[in-house]
């Protein structure tokens, strides 16, 4: 979508100048979507091979992901607009306050992706379950959530009493 083009009933905001988050791009997925139009709305587990490429700096960092065969991808829509605050995602008239909803349009467009691990080579992971486009940053890899155990606090130390 073209920066200057909103949708009927779409509001947008002006930019604050600067901020103080620094981001340091991990890697690059790549997928076979060229453009926001050919890219599924939400990823399915069903869907194409994608490959999730980290850096050579970040190699150390991937030791031990295999042993989850589900991981949280965390990207930067690079291609997003930040400014819309009101949208009409279906372009049906229907308007929703951008935190509201899914939608890739936000002030920080960081996106997440359940995949399922095919396959590891190196620094390279195969996944299926990604809705973005080729050549996206990728900013960070978790295992998925449910398959991490919470780390205890020490005993005798309530959770509620830690800070």
């Known amino acids: 979508m073209e920066q200057s083009t909103l949708r009927e ?6 930019l604050p100048s600067g901020g103080d988050a ?19 709305r939400q990823g399915d587990i069903n869907g194409p091979l994608c490959t ?8 150390l960092a991937l030791k ?5 065969r589900t991981l949280e991808i965390l990207y930067w ?11 009409s995602p ?11 909803i899914r939608s890739p349009v936000r002030p920080n467009p960081i996106a997440t992706s ?3 691990v095919v396959s590891i080579t190196g620094n390279r992971i195969l996944v299926r379950g990604m809705d973005c486009i080729d050549g996206t940053p990728l900013l960070d890899i978790k295992p ?3 398959l991490v155990l919470p780390i205890a606090p020490p005993k005798g130390v309530h959770p509620m009493d830690v800070e």
């Open 9 to 14: 009933n779409e509001v947008s905001a002006s």
């Open 22 to 40: 620094h981001l340091h791009f991990i890697g690059t997925v790549r997928t076979p979507w060229q453009s926001r139009g050919d890219a599924p």
């Open 52 to 59: 999730i490429e980290v850096f050579d700096h970040w190699d």
């Open 64 to 68: 031990g992901i295999e042993k989850y």
């Open 77 to 87: 829509l690079h291609e997003s607009r930040r400014d819309i605050v009101l949208q």
């Open 90 to 100: 279906a372009n049906n008239g229907e308007v929703h306050g951008t935190f509201s």
């Open 114 to 116: 359940i995949v399922q």
């Open 144 to 146: 998925e959530r449910s």
